[in-house]
């Protein structure tokens, strides 16, 4: 069973960013115990002149370490899915405005799952319903996006092809010579 709080920011939120940035930083050397961890960090509070009651407590850091390692542990899975889905859908070009469009909905989703593994509460289903149709939708736009510039390419290319076999001919050149420049412009050869 969970136990709900009224979302009081716990020791480590209050400490400043440099201090909890160091905190990060330890917690991600796997050589570290939890120990040394806790009395690091305990010494930078008593370096920098912190109170003594900001220091950490051994289950309050333990209950920290816990909450960072179910993040990651779900950051590292979501980046497993992209990859896979990456590989099997190769790397199709999109347009710089998609690329960052993506990048944006990627972030906002990543800050709201953030968020709800934060907050003890099981996700809303509206809300996962909210973030799959946004991510569908600018998916459907890059889409959409590199098919437009399929055809923009195309397009060009058939009047590159067109203008070069006018200009073939014109200079003496065969019939067959000018079809098989023609091709290549196409990318038909």
């Known amino acids: 069973m969970t136990k709900t709080t009224r979302g009081r920011p716990s020791k480590i939120d209050l400490l400043p960013q ?12 796997r050589g570290l115990t939890q120990q040394d961890i806790r009395a ?83 996700a809303e289903p509206k809300a996962l319903a909210q973030m799959a149709l946004a991510i569908q939708r600018v998916e459907q736009a890059a889409m959409a996006s590199h098919k437009r510039e399929r055809e923009i390419r195309e397009a060009f290319a058939a009047e590159v092809a067109e203008s070069t076999e006018h200009a073939v001919r014109s200079a003496g050149m065969s019939a067959e010579t000018a079809q098989s420049i023609k091709q290549m412009i196409l990318g038909i050869a």
């Open 40 to 122: 690091a960090v305990n010494e930078l509070i008593d370096e920098h002149g912190l109170s003594a009651d900001m220091k950490l407590s051994r289950t309050g850091l333990n209950r920290y370490a816990t909450r960072m390692e179910e993040m990651g542990a779900k950051i590292r899975q979501s980046r497993e899915v992209a990859e896979a889905w990456t590989a099997k859908l190769g790397d199709a070009p999109t347009s710089d405005v998609g690329k960052l469009l993506q990048e944006i909905v990627r972030t906002l989703a990543f800050e709201t799952s953030m968020h709800m593994s934060e907050s003890d509460k099981a």
């Open 18 to 29: 440099y201090i909890r940035d160091e905190l990060h930083k330890l917690l991600r050397d």
